[in-house]
């Protein structure tokens, strides 16, 4: 990891840029893979899944009988912490549900809103170096919470021609209805445009890498939603001279490990701390299977000296993690003044693993900064917020001359007309 002091950073911003993977041709590649399968449908699919996961397909939809054998292939302890993560998921979720309240804005005037799910989600989970069957869960559970009708699941396929048994286990346990082997820029734009097999949806979920979150981006401007612009994902962890630095180290490499593009940021009041932190780092990496991956991520990584709590929150709020580990005395405190993150987690013995899998928040969050303007995913966005009114009579005798005077100024008749009409029927029939 690099290191700075807050001067350096303040001085030049540009040291805790994100990483970008170098890709200079993304956007025109991603364009013109997205056109293949609009036009060509499932066939441009089964290619682009043999060109780059180097497995030719006979059909895309996993089968009843891969699902069954996904079950019984799969360690029942891991079955077990899936249902108690899904519970815990859907305990946290299920309390944003809210009850339309009718709201009487003047006499005779009613308004109200409710919330409808989605009909067709899709939900995109990562195969790549590490099957994210947690993302399931995390997309899964709210959208079944929000009565979607179709809930469509695409991940890449393995080696064996496969999902990984995890990820085929946690879609049956939420309720996933169908479930397709395409991965990349191919399932985002099989999910959009709709194939021979693939259903098209009316809004996208899930994390990818720079191809993944162009497509999205890209299908975004042809009428269907995205969750949002997530990417490589990133930790910061603000530790001060309390914090223990085998746990810190742990933290920064929990999230170093997701791939070469992740970004970990550390910033400590202690030099003392960054030293020790450094050395844990040095001992804990060599013990990780994915240890390559994760020496590679560091190098995006930074780690910066600062002098006081305005400081650290300063850089913080214009930084925006994803993840904000904040390991200090007070951190409580500490916590009630940040402005932009994506997911907090408070104290010494609050790892961001536990948000990753089973406290019950949800981990799809906004990444590259997008945390100054965009909320993790939950069960809002799942459903349309459809606002309702209805008017007595006497309602619109009462908001009539309101509405007329406002539609007049605005030289909008038609609208001036539309209540005057109704008004004097009213009087003419008595």
């Known amino acids: 990891m690099q290191s700075f002091s807050y001067a350096d ?216 939603a995205i969750d949002m612009p997530a990417g490589p994902s990133e930790v910061l962890v603000c530790a001060d001279e309390t914090a223990d630095p085998a746990f810190v180290a742990a933290d920064l490499l929990a999230q170093a490990e997701h791939g070469t593009d992740s970004q970990v940021v550390l910033l400590s009041f202690s030099a003392d701390l960054l030293q020790a932190v450094f050395a844990e780092v040095a001992r804990q990496v060599a013990l990780l299977p994915r240890a390559e991956i994760t020496r590679k991520a560091l190098e995006n990584s930074v780690a910066v000296a600062v002098n006081s709590r305005t400081e650290a929150l300063e850089i913080i709020n214009d930084y925006a993690p994803e993840h904000l580990i904040l390991a200090m005395a007070d951190a409580d405190a500490f916590a009630e003044q940040v402005q932009n993150a994506g997911s907090v987690f408070i104290g010494n013995y609050t790892p961001e693993s536990v948000g990753d899998y089973a406290s019950g928040t949800n981990h799809t969050l906004p990444t590259n900064g997008y945390a100054r303007a965009y909320s993790g995913v939950s069960l809002d966005s799942f459903v349309k917020k459809i606002t309702f009114q209805r008017l007595t009579l006497e309602g619109l005798k009462n908001i009539g001359p309101t509405v007329e005077t406002m539609a007049i100024a605005e030289e909008l008749v038609a609208h001036q007309r539309a209540v005057s009409i109704r008004l004097e029927k009213v009087k003419s029939e008595k």
């Open 9 to 224: 950073i303040t001085n030049n911003p540009s040291l805790l840029a994100r990483p970008v993977l170098a890709a200079a041709n993304l956007d025109a590649t991603v364009s013109q893979i997205l056109s293949d399968i609009r036009q060509r449908g499932d066939t441009a699919v089964k290619e682009y899944t043999l060109r780059f996961d180097k497995i030719a397909l006979d059909q895309l939809e996993v089968s009843a009988t891969e699902l069954a054998e996904a079950s019984a292939s799969l360690d029942p302890a891991l079955k077990k912490a899936i249902q108690t993560a899904k519970h815990n998921i859907e305990t946290f979720h299920a309390r944003q549900q809210s009850t339309p309240e009718v709201i009487e804005t003047m006499p005779g005037v009613f308004c109200w809103r409710k919330n409808v799910g989605i009909d067709k989600v899709g939900l995109y989970i990562p195969g790549g170096t590490a099957p994210l069957f947690s993302t399931v869960l995390m997309l899964g559970v709210p959208a079944k919470l929000a009565g979607c009708k179709e809930i469509v699941l695409c991940s890449p396929p393995g080696a064996d021609g496969k999902i990984h048994p995890a990820i085929l286990f946690a879609a049956q346990t939420v309720g996933v209805t169908r479930i397709f082997k395409a991965g990349g820029v191919q399932a985002i734009g099989a999910m959009a445009y709709g194939t021979e097999s693939i259903p098209r949806v009316y809004k996208i979920f899930g994390p990818g890498n720079q191809y993944v979150t162009a497509a999205k981006q890209m299908v975004s401007r042809e009428n269907v």
